[in-house]
C-alpha cells in the first residue's frame, strides 16, 4: 500500500524568507501523481502545485517549487519569498495513475512571522 | 463560480445521537469524494461517487456511516450512533473528469465534527 510521509508536524519562517517542507513517499507504482496541498485557517484546502512522476522536470507555480527525487521517493516543496498569506497547513498527497483516490500526510503546519 | 461547499461548519453533538453533513459539489462535477481527518493524522479517503452512484466505498469505517447521492448533485453522509472516535474534520471534494493529469480535486473548508 502507499504512504506518504510528511516528517515535519511545525515549520516557521520569516517573511521574505525561504522555506522547504519535507515529503517521502512509497508506492511500487511506477506513474503516479504527487501533489502539495495547502489549507489556510478556516478556509478551503486549494492545489498548490503538482507533479507528474514521469517528468523530470521540477514542478514550479511562481514562489512555489517541488524538488521531486522519484529514485529516493521524495517530494519536497520550496516557497520562496514567504508572505504572511502563506501561512497554512500543507499536505503531501499521492495518487496512483489509474485512480482518483489520495493519499495524503499528516500535514505541516506553517508559521509566516513579519 | 460557486466552491465546493459543506455545512454545518461546526457540529457538537453527544455519543449516540445523529449527525448528517452535506456537501455541495461544483457544478457541473460529476465526482465527488469524501475524506475525513482526525485530529492530528493524515486525511483519509472515505468514497468516491461517480454521479449517483458509488465508485469506490472502501475508505468507509463501517456501517455507522452511510453516504448518499440522490440525483447526482449534492451528498449527505450520516453518522448514526455516533462515536467520540468520529470526531474530525470530514472534507468534500469534487473534480470535473476522472483520473489522468488533468484531473483536479477541488476540496471544501470541511466539516469540523466534535463528539462528546
Known amino acids: 500500500a502507499q504512504t506518504v510521509t510528511q516528517s515535519q508536524p511545525e515549520m516557521s519562517v520569516q517573511e521574505a524568507e525561504t522555506v522547504t517542507l519535507s515529503c517521502t513517499y512509497d508506492?511500487?507504482?511506477?506513474?503516479?501523481?504527487l501533489f502539495w496541498y495547502k489549507q489556510p485557517p478556516s478556509r478551503q484546502m486549494i492545489l498548490v502545485i503538482r507533479?507528474?512522476?514521469?517528468?523530470?522536470q521540477n514542478a514550479t507555480e511562481n514562489r512555489f517549487s517541488v524538488n521531486f527525487q522519484k529514485a529516493a521517493k521524495s517530494f519536497s516543496l520550496k516557497i520562496s519569498d514567504s508572505q504572511l498569506g502563506d501561512a497554512a497547513m500543507y499536505f503531501c498527497?499521492?495518487?496512483?495513475?489509474?485512480?482518483?483516490?489520495?493519499?495524503f500526510g499528516t500535514g505541516t503546519r506553517l508559521q509566516v512571522f513579519p | 463560480e460557486a466552491g465546493v461547499t459543506q455545512f454545518p461548519s461546526h457540529s457538537v453533538i453527544e455519543k449516540g445521537q445523529t449527525v448528517t453533513l452535506r456537501c455541495d459539489p461544483i457544478?457541473?462535477?460529476?465526482?465527488l469524494y469524501w475524506y475525513r481527518r482526525v485530529m492530528g493524522k493524515e486525511i483519509k479517503f472515505l468514497l468516491h461517487?461517480?454521479?449517483?452512484?458509488?465508485?469506490?466505498e472502501s475508505g468507509m469505517p463501517n456501517n455507522r456511516f452511510l453516504a448518499e447521492r440522490t440525483g447526482g448533485t449534492y451528498s449527505t453522509l450520516k453518522v448514526q450512533p455516533a462515536e467520540l472516535e468520529d470526531s474530525g474534520v470530514y472534507f468534500c471534494?469534487?473534480?470535473?473528469?476522472?483520473?489522468?493529469?488533468?484531473?483536479?480535486?477541488?476540496f471544501g473548508e470541511g466539516s469540523w465534527l466534535t463528539v462528546v
Open positions: 461517487f461517480v454521479k449517483e452512484s458509488k465508485q469506490d
Open positions: 471534494a469534487s473534480s470535473q473528469i476522472r483520473g489522468g493529469s488533468g484531473n483536479t480535486i477541488y
Open positions: 457544478s457541473g462535477h460529476d465526482n
Open positions: 508506492t511500487s507504482e511506477s506513474d503516479y501523481y
Open positions: 498527497a499521492y495518487r496512483g495513475y489509474n485512480t482518483d483516490k489520495l493519499i
Open positions: 507533479q507528474e512522476a514521469y517528468k523530470q
